[in-house]
């Protein structure tokens, strides 16, 4: 049998991604040995806030360029207290997606075995959702500026970038994924009553692509009312699409109401594989409990599950996903946000136990 070396990219970043990535890593060493087909390389990258303050940058120059070397990236948080968000944000974490254009970030949510969703009358599989995100463009795309700093005529802009390559290849991806799944069924979000330009764009590009895919269902709606339907109705909904900002806002409701912020997983994905796709949880670095032991672990372990399935290691992603349900369906291995007194150390070996086959 020959052995595959995944080259993995370790960026732990701030806080409570420091502590969830190293509690990853024990888990992928974990499923490599018990797997035995595979084994990781793992590079460790010191890249963050800490560096920011030492040398005035996230990470080195050529960083991104650094990352074309491996297969995937895995990635935990960046963000500090006393650091402009807007900084952290697109010196680090936009400025890997962006260079290796990992234009579709995906987002799979469903109430885990064992936990409770905040929407009472939510049961068993009503909630399964896969939530695309345009990640390359659209109200992110970074264009705009300032001007008359301080004067009464001072004006600041962010424009929505939206292009056909760009929108239609999100649109194509999105429609692809709701076909692999069994309902095959797609939800086209836009504001295109109040976006007049870029989101009929959207809508148009929509349109236009859902004839290559006549046997996916779909339909389009504005983004307020996704909020209610999202609250109100979640088992009609399966997969999303939305623009960048909206997606980014809807998918932090959908971690919600999944019971976590910290069980939510993340795909920054190239979807032609022509650069390594980044997975991370959809948390931040929670300067509130680092350093405490209690981050939950688990959003890493699901987003290290989709980074096995993109490595193509489905056997090792369905065998870790089984390991994390056992720990979710265990309440004494609930962290404090998910209302239990675990820690991370807890719920990491409890998963590593499953995983070896040495917990029944
Ligand atoms: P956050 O996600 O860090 O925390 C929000 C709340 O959820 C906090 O009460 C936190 O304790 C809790 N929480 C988050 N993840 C948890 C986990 N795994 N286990 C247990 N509890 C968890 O969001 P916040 O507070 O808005 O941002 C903190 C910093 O993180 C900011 O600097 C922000 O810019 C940055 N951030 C970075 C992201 C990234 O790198 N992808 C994403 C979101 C925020
Ligand atoms: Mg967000």
């Known amino acids: ?42 590079e460790s990258f010191d890249w963050g806030t ?17 990352l074309r070397a491996f ?17 952290t944000l697109w010196g680090l974490r936009l400025a890997i997606c962006q260079p290796l254009d990992q234009y579709a970030n995906v987002r799979p949510t469903r109430v885990l075995p064992g936990i409770r969703s905040p929407l009472r009358h939510v049961n ?42 760009g929108v239609e290849r999100i649109m194509r991806f999105a429609f692809g994924l709701a076909r692999s799944r069994p309902r095959k069924l797609l939800t086209v979000v836009t504001k295109s009553n109040a976006q007049r330009h870029g989101m009929v764009l959207w809508d148009e590009i929509a349109a236009e692509v859902a004839r290559d895919f006549p046997d996916v269902t779909w339909d389009k709606m504005l983004v307020d009312a996704m909020t209610v339907r999202m609250t109100m109705n979640p088992a009609s909904i399966d997969t999303i699409v939305a623009s960048n900002l909206h997606a980014d806002i809807l998918s932090d ?19 032609e594989r022509e650069t390594p796709s980044m ?40 065998h870790l ?10 309440p004494a291995l609930h962290t ?9 150390r807890m719920v990491t070996d409890a998963v590593i136990a499953t995983v070896r086959g040495r917990n029944s």
Request: net charge negative.
């Open 71 to 87: 297969d995937a990236i895995l990635f935990g948080a960046v963000g500090a207290p006393d650091v402009p968000d807007h900084l």
């Open 279 to 318: 997975f991370e949880p959809i948390h931040g670095s929670a300067f509130d409990i680092t350093g405490k032991g209690i981050a939950n672990p688990i959003a890493t372990f699901w987003t290290a599950a989709m980074m096995l399935e993109h490595l193509g290691e489905q056997a090792a992603a369905d």
């Open 1 to 42: 049998m020959t052995m595959t070396t995944h080259k993995i990219a370790a960026i732990g970043g701030d806080g409570i991604g420091v502590e969830v990535v190293e509690a990853c890593l024990e888990v992928l060493d974990a499923l490599a040995e018990r797997d035995g087909g595979f084994r990781f390389e793992v």
């Open 50 to 66: 800490d560096r920011y303050k030492r040398t005035g940058a996230f990470m080195p120059e050529d960083g991104a360029d650094q």
């Open 124 to 165: 068993d599989g009503e909630l399964d959702w896969v939530i695309v995100r345009e990640n390359s463009e659209g109200e992110y795309a970074g264009q705009g500026g300032r001007s008359h700093p301080g004067l009464p005529i001072e004006v600041a802009t962010d424009v929505s970038i939206f292009t056909r390559a």
């Open 253 to 271: 409701l959908a971690a919600a109401l999944s019971g976590s912020i910290g069980v939510a997983p993340t795909a920054n994905l190239n979807p």
């Open 336 to 344: 404090p946000d998910l209302g239990g007194a675990a820690t991370t």
């Open 321 to 330: 996903m089984q390991a994390v349900e056992a720990a979710t369906g265990n």
